[in-house]
């Protein structure tokens, strides 16, 4: 924890630790002083001055350690945040589908939170460090005899308190992996509490095998690590009190140490006794960062070994003289577990045109959203390739290329403020698609943000047209859009609004199992188990001649 965070930066570290010595060394000092004072062993006029001197220290010490690391770790909590969502905007989306959105958020949430707790606890830990040590050191002057049985008794304890180490760092652990499995089963319990609900053995089997289940097992590691902890801290308090025992009922037998020393040294283990029990009691939450930290460091190694290596950034966002699109020979395969083989796309050659308005269909699972994928370059053809405008699309221009493409997923996401839009300049813009989509009775757009966007499905969809609207760029293509729209909207989507598209010269895919539209499009292309089977102009209204399965 201590080396991360000098990473970040040693500087601060080195004021941290000075301060939080100094801190400690002076409530050792002051302990020294109160012993001296009660054995009247120092000047009696220059004790209080000493005594408020000493408190100041004390104080103002212990707010700057405190201070520099609160800042330092609120820094580091906030940097990381960034830089980790940062390296999953660059990911290849692959790689995240593969990682999984539970996973990515308990790294966003659970673990850097873990390590931003550690990380304010350990101005603490450096001024109780330091106050042991500044009551060892006064000890070590008390008496040298005693100092030698204390030093024995400590390397004893923490040799002795290593063997128990192991077990609780297992436990926390497999707690970490557990809290992976329980987080994604809160996912399916907010995302499926509608199914959940309406069906009682459903939700009874959900909760028994699944949520239950992981939460029990989360417990079972965490309180396992707890108890190891607790034995580890038990051990060192009673060697603590045995410590204390012998000084004060056997070296008196032995008279071999004065009394008025051993009265200091019980005033000072009086006083040490809650220092140490802060030390020992963090260990657990040092335990649990160092794993998350693990987690996030391997995390951030393996999505930056993943970012694409694009060239620098080409600002011209979008490309307005579009010419043609072809994929050459493109493939992409998934593989298919429970049934062990795998579902492989192509090879697919196809060529797409300024002001092209083409529908792909062909049944559920066919391949249609895979290979809107590999056209939009959000997958990577495993074979062939894609040219834009003639010039292969490679990993020094991906970014870019995915800035031409205007895409309404069939799950897609409605952000509630237009991101990135110059939305002064749209406002007569925007009021217009509104209208156009019939949403000026619903929604109104305020400072950038939508009014609202708890609306229907089908009123949702119909926002997230107005920002492809905006983005205004060469290729739109749309997932089963009009799915949810009433059959009116659906008739003025495919007669109207798709039309005036291609009248703007925009090249639209439109993915749509709405066959009585079809004779709309300039060519239909019919996948079927990931192969193109048909590719024509279809028939005028009412004499389609591609039937979809
Ligand atoms: N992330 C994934 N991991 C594994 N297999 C996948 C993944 N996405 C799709 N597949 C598989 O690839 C095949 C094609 O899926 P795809 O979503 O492209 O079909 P589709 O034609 O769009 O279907 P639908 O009409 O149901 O939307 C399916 O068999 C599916 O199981």
Partial sequence: MLVFLCRSSWLTVVGVLLAGIISGLSSAALVALINSTLSNTLDAELLPWLFVGLSIAVLSSGFLSNYLLNRLSAQIVCDLRIQISRLILAAPYPYLQKLGKSALLAHLTEDISVIANASQLLPLVCINFAVVAGCMTYLSWLSWHLALVLAGVIVFGVLSSSLFR?????????????????????????????????????????????????????????FRGAVAYLLVNQWAQLLYFLVIGVILYVFPVWQVIDQKVIGGYTLVFLFMMSPLSILTTSLPVFSRAKVSLQKVRQLGEQLKNQAIQADAPDKREVCTNFSGLSLQGVTHSFHRE????????????LDFKSGELVFLVGGNGSGKTTLAMLLIGLYTPEQGGIRWNGEAVDDGNKEDYLQNFSVIFSDFYLFDELYGFDNEKNHVLIADYLQRLHLHHKVRVENGRFSSVNLSQGQRKRLA???????????YVFDEWAADQDPEFK???????????????????????????????????????????????PATAGKQSIQIS
């Fill in 166 to 222: 192991e077990w609780p760092k297992k436990a926390v652990l497999k707690a970490r992996e557990e809290y992976d499995v329980l987080n994604s089963d809160f996912r399916a319990l907010t995302e499926g509490v509608r199914e959940l609900k309406l069906h009682r053995q459903r939700s009874d089997a959900f909760m028994a095998q699944s949520l239950a289940a992981s939460a029990e097992a989360y417990r079972r590691y965490s």
């Fill in 338 to 349: 429970k049934e062990n083989r795998n579902f492989t796309l192509g090879p697919i050659d």
């Fill in 465 to 475: 047209l107005l920002v492809a609207y905006l983005e205004d760029r060469p290729f």
């Fill in 491 to 537: 008739h003025l989507f495919y007669t109207e609004l798709l039309p005036a598209l291609k009248a703007r010269g925009k090249t639209v895919l439109v993915i749509s199992h709405d066959d009585r539209y079809f004779y709309l499009a300039d060519r239909c292309i019919k996948l079927e188990e990931g192969q193109i089977v048909a590719m024509e102009k």
